[in-house]
């Protein structure tokens, strides 16, 4: 009989997503980890299986399939620790972000302090906020109680006060949140999280105890002016795993296989932007994006301090139900290289979002499936909290931070039939502006390499540092408000050998740097007509390395201008692509 | 690869669990048989409270108010009666302002729960009562026709099937419905427009069953007071082979339309249930199923949309597709003998 091995080498992630399951294997090799392949199938939490290890073992076949490698033994259960032969793995961790939304009622003091802080603090994971209660809220009791009732909560999130701060208008709101618990039957009374004034804490986990679960976290409004929602976060996710383990089957049961190291797919892709942004330019922010079929997440840290909002319903499968709005429809039709009736438009996301996990099969599907793309991600930035992230238009079309690197995961992205499309995509849905790399995340594994950074801090880094991530290309985004064809920026590239290349970047345009994947060159750029290159003294140059597109100056501004005409539009959407290799 | 799944089927054994949204009172029994718009049982909803300040209309503090509250907890009141008082020289009395319960007492106040309708659950298909659920519903079991849709209104009803469609491609027109109609569920194709809509609600009929309709005629559709359902999408759709050849031959007889919304996480479709006789019984189509050959299924993606055909290959790898994009598929003969090549993600299994 094989004797299992102690260290971990061999770990296999399991990412449970609304429309896909993956299983991801990751090993060592030549003394490093490396990303082995990854599993795909359907997903299985809803019906008719209403069980994720359908779904699971489907997708462990698969990566069988690929790697020829014996991870499931006859059991049907993951081979746990592995053995010399090979078979089995060391470790194994869990995401998920399949499963219903979860209610949330989000309870604090004063309604631009924690109130806000509390409804932050529920958009960072699969939550939707069906109820907010504040102290200076005008209706009476009875109305805020029958209102709780009503938001039939899975969670009840309390906030308010800074610790040794208010704790009797704390008291009075209890009393609203103890009738409405006291009143729902018991198997329905939510989980009641206290992230509040910590003064308290004892007093109100002892009134509520009797009543329902409590969870204490750290105050997310320590003080006024001061929000930490990342403990709470922790205590957050952990709610929704116990909530959605009990109601989704199979969930739990992989969770212990997991040893615990079970997280929402979005708070682990967090934990990973965050540990990305203590290893990058402390000077700059790390920006992660992932659209999924249901939600969007978008995390947003700097020096380890982390933004995450799960944007829901928003996405490319049932999320489309977010982009329904005639305002919405409308934007998306700006998007579009196509000409297309709106109605026509609006017919497409009403299917896709009763077939989400359908694709597309002629290219003006697929258009329009890149232009809903654009407009998801469009709206998805616009949930990072101001404070962190300021627009360059006051419709949130543009990124004024310097985001390096910007990571994107997310079939629609990802799985483009071109390159150019994922970053002609990017580009236009979150207008970076400065210099920033796009990379994206093909096989998603950016949710598993945040898991596996609890497990073992070395694997995230070589697999970060290995070319799992497809490095897109550096991008350089100048603005200028000069007419259309002017020139704006003259570049000029030094490549290594000492050879050059110059040219002028006209407004409204996108222009590819010829640099090879790899290839380093020193970046020499001279504005013209005024034009801000984002960054520090034009004359001193960067250094860029080329990504699979090279490098590219996109020089259309920001906002980025769309021609009023369709069909000036449509050509003007095509010349871009065209312009990326198409 | 887990296949989709879409029953059509012209005969078949149907059971349904129907389920209360709260515990309640189950009205019927094992072996009953009901219609399907037969209530099955019913549940308090969510009732709307009032918070009575006692101690404020006595005028005395709320501990003093707690000892004069004659109501308990638990206790029903009729409006006009008297929870607390007389107190004091002017004999300050608090009344209760509407039936209601007691829910809860202290602090020099009064909870009353207002008393509200009952919400009811119907039987959803006809059938016989097989199985109950304690305090939450029963499981209800018939024999017949059974087609499945992919979007509904959320209303429920049943009538004789008039037919007013002579191929899958037909557009249902305002002029095609009479008073003929009236009361009775119409099989159209597609329906265009908002006027052929209005005039189905004012005739009104009890159920529409279509093949496709515009997205934008949604928010109408929702506020129809009878059930609608779409069998193949939005847009304009042939109504699938399968569902047109089932639905024409039941001309005239008695159909249940079950518009639910589709909620896949819950399993729950539109429906429509033709209840048939049979002699023997008939196994349960199967819930889930993989992608084989022999199988008929349903394109739900452009090209060939809603079209059924035979699938009679799986192709080795990943073919490309016009789009550009890769992905597991199949190869499926269309009923004019025609071949396609489709991604699995696009077909559902028809059985």
Known sequence: ????????????????????????????????????????????ADAPYKDIGEGTRAALEDLQRITGRTLVGKDERVILPGHPDGSGVDAMVLSMSAGPLLNVVAVGLLQDVSLESAQRLAASSYTRLAESIWLNDHRKAETQIDAIIQARPDILIVAGGTDHGANKSIANLMEVVGLACYLTPVENRPILMYAGNQELAG???????????????????????????????????????????????????????????????????????RFLSRIYDQNKGVLGVDLGATATTVAAAFGGKLALHVNRPLGMGAGIEGLLDPAQVAEISRWLSIALPEDDLLDYMHQKIAYPASLPVTPEELAIEQAIARQA??????????????????????????????????????????????????????????????????????PALGLAAGINTLLPVQILESGAFLNLGTVISPICSADPGTPIVRFRLVYSDGTEATAEVKQGSLHVLPLARNQTAQLYLEPLHHTDLGFGRAGRGVKITGGALGAVIDGRGRPIRLAGDPSERQEQHKKWLWALGG | MLANLTHILPLTTIRRERLLPAPGRVLVRTGQKVLATDVIAVTKPINRHMLLEVARGLGVPPEQADTMIQQKEGQKVAKGDIIAGPVGMLSRTVRTPCDGIVVAVGEGQLLLELEGELVS??????????????????????????????????????SLLSVLVHSPIDELVSSQLDVSQRGSVVLGGYLGKEETLKAAIDLPLRGLILASMPARLVPLALQAPFPIMLLDGFGRLPMNPVAYTILTTNEEREVTVNASAWDPQRGIR??????????????????????????????????????????????????????????????????????????????????
Not at chain 1, 17 to 27: E, H, K, P, Y
Not at chain 2, 290 to 318: D, E, K, M
Not at chain 2, 319 to 341: D, M, R, Y
Request: with cysteine; hydrophobic share 45%; aromatic share 4%.
């Open chain 1, 1 to 44: 009989m094989n004797s299992p091995r102690t260290e971990i080498e061999s770990l296999l992630a399991i990412d449970v997503g609304s429309v896909n399951t993956r299983a991801v294997l990751f090993d060592v090799a030549a003394e490093r980890y490396h990303f082995v392949a990854a599993g795909l199938a359907p997903s299985t």
């Open chain 1, 203 to 273: 007093r109100i986990k002892e009134q509520f105890d009797v009543m329902t679960t409590v969870r204490l976290a750290p105050n997310i409004r320590p003080d006024f002016d001061l929000e930490d929602l990342s403990p709470a976060q922790i205590c957050l996710a952990e709610i929704v795993n116990q909530i959605r383990g009990a109601r989704v089957a199979g969930v739990s049961d992989l969770a212990v296989q997991s040893g615990g190291y079970t997280l929402p797919t979005a708070n682990a892709f967090g934990r990973v932007i």
């Open chain 1, 377 to 446: 991600l469009r709206v998805a930035i616009r949930g990072i909290p101001r404070g962190l992230v300021e627009p360059v238009h006051p419709d949130g079309a543009g990124l004024s931070a310097p985001f390096e690197p910007i990571l994107a995961t997310g079939a629609v992205l990802t799985q483009a039939p071109t390159q150019g499309q994922s970053m002609l995509m990017l580009l236009d849905a979150l207008q970076p502006v400065g210099v920033t790399t796009l990379v994206l995340d093909q096989n998603h594994l950016a």
């Open chain 2, 121 to 158: 659950l119907l039987a959803g298909i006809p059938g016989t009562v097989v199985d109950l659920v304690t305090d939450r519903g029963a499981v209800i079991e018939t024999s017949g026709a059974l087609v499945q849709g992919m979007w509904g209104n959320n209303q429920l009803d049943k």
């Open chain 2, 270 to 351: 539109p429906e429509v249930v033709i209840q048939l006789p049979t002699s023997s019984q008939i196994p349960a189509p199967a819930e889930t199923d993989i992608f084989a050959l022999g199988q008929t299924v349903q394109i739900r993606r452009a090209p060939c949309s809603a079209q059924a055909g035979t699938l009679v290959s799986l192709r080795p790898g990943q073919p490309v597709f016009p789009s550009g994009i890769h992905a597991p598929a199949g190869t499926v003969k269309l009923e004019n003998g025609e071949q396609v090549i489709v991604p699995l993600a696009n077909l559902d299994v028809i059985e």
